[in-house]
């Protein structure tokens, strides 16, 4: 470990044993058999890799995101390096004291009041009361909570108990900051205030380590970032690579079997419910295809299991850039406009949004599809990633000049005059 580096981690593994269910044709007899025989076999068990061969280092002062699908290994590697769960395999060097926001809740007792917890947290990093006294004001007036610190913390709502405990820390005495997803639980001013205080903690010598699906944040906080997948580091460097990667081939839930044709790859449908994305289809006026231009009509056609019974679903869509950053959705309340928008025979589906003129500039862009119960507002089934498309330079405002990616993701479509002298 270099005298640089806060974290540094070499092979880190981390294996988890699990059972394997019972077949669901075993008979009920042969399942209590083998549960209470004393003589009889054990349940086979099997070895799941959460963490493989991790390797990095984090400088002093640095902050680094870290990004990756559900399931992919993010937590764990959060808990090991907040030493709640030992590594299987390998050796994780800290330098500092950590402090960690791991989920709501973490380090509080839940029959505690809001000050008593902020002592036991700062005790629990090592510091001492007074220097914890010295930092109160400024954490309960971060956490907005002044009115209820003699309340037993369990009795505060969640976005209540997210907002203490980041205040605690991200204000207490550590060199070292872990903070999962849980900022999501907050709102969306409170979320700006943790990522400039986030921004605060780094510019201050301490280092960061930040895991998020909001790829906005992770760009905006982290100028390096890890991409994990299937519990293996894919990609480690800077963020705008890192988020091209993640949206990329890798992310998607779709295959592309023909021009502008994606099929459903992944079988994780909500098949309890009985709806699901199966396919997606992009297309213009002339047909399917999957290169637009800036102002040319767009149509996604959606094809699955239960969309046609539309007094039970939304149909929803969310487009992001290369770099995981959504720019642009809608959710459909399923009632048909009249008269119907135009859209070619070969991109229609049970389910087809038209765009009259695409308000994007040229890049690289995803698509996520989702369905909503209507009456619940539940998530039903989401395919993210399953298609995607391009969009090209064109002289769209009849200029001479092409917009370029620079100018950010989103197509203006305006014009304008100039008053002329006299």
């Known amino acids: 470990m270099s005298s640089e580096s806060a974290v540094s981690l070499d092979q880190v593994s981390k294996y988890y044993r699990i059972r394997r269910a019972e077949a669901a044709s075993a008979p009920l007899g042969h399942v209590l058999r083998r549960r209470t025989g004393p003589r009889l076999a054990r349940a086979k068990t099997e070895e799941l890799a959460a963490l493989e061969d991790v390797s990095f280092e984090v400088a002093r002062g640095e902050a680094l995101g870290i990004i990756g699908r559900n399931g992919a290994g993010k937590s764990t590697l959060l ?134 699906h909001n790829m906005a944040a992770i760009e905006y906080l982290c100028p390096r970032t890890l991409y994990i997948e299937g519990g293996r580091v894919s990609f480690d460097g800077p963020t705008g690579s890192a988020l091209a990667a993640y949206s990329g081939a890798k992310g998607r839930t779709g295959a592309q079997t023909a021009v502008g044709v994606f099929e459903r790859v992944e079988e994780l449908g909500s098949t309890l419910s009985g709806y699901r994305v199966k396919r997606v289809r992009l297309g213009s006026d002339d047909g399917l295809q999957d290169i637009f231009r800036p102002g040319s009509p767009m149509h996604i056609a959606v094809d699955g299991d239960g969309l046609t019974n539309t007094d039970d679903v939304e149909v929803g869509f969310r487009i992001r850039s290369a770099s995981g950053v959504s720019v642009a959705g809608v959710r459909a309340v399923m009632r048909a406009p009249s008269p119907r928008p135009k859209a070619p025979a070969a991109a229609t589906g049970d389910v087809t949004f038209s765009i009259a003129r695409l308000p994007l500039n040229p890049g690289a862009y995803s698509l996520d599809v989702g369905l909503n119960d209507r009456r619940t507002d539940a998530e039903l089934d989401l395919a993210e990633h399953v298609a995607t498309f391009e969009v090209l330079a064109s002289d769209v405002y009849e200029s001479g000049y092409r917009p370029t990616d620079s100018e950010g993701p989103v197509f203006l479509d305006f014009s304008w005059f100039a008053r002329s002298g006299g």
Not at 191 to 212: H, N, Y
């Open 79 to 212: 808990k090991v390096l907040s030493r709640i769960t030992p590594p299987s395999t390998g050796r994780v060097v800290l330098s500092g004291r950590v402090g960690s926001l791991l989920e709501v809740g973490t380090g509080f007792h839940p029959e505690l009041t809001g000050r008593e917890n902020i002592f036991l947290s700062g005790a629990i990093l090592g510091m001492r009361r007074r220097e914890i006294g010295h930092r109160f004001d400024a954490i309960v007036e971060f956490a907005e909570t002044t009115r209820f610190l003699e309340t037993p913390v369990k009795r505060y709502s969640s976005g209540m108990y997210v907002r203490l405990a980041f205040a605690v820390a991200a204000h207490l005495d550590s060199e070292i900051l872990i903070v999962d997803e849980v900022l999501a639980v907050g709102d969306a001013q409170f979320q700006r205030k943790c990522l400039a205080a986030m921004g605060e903690v780094r510019r201050d010598g301490r280092t960061v380590l930040f895991v998020s």
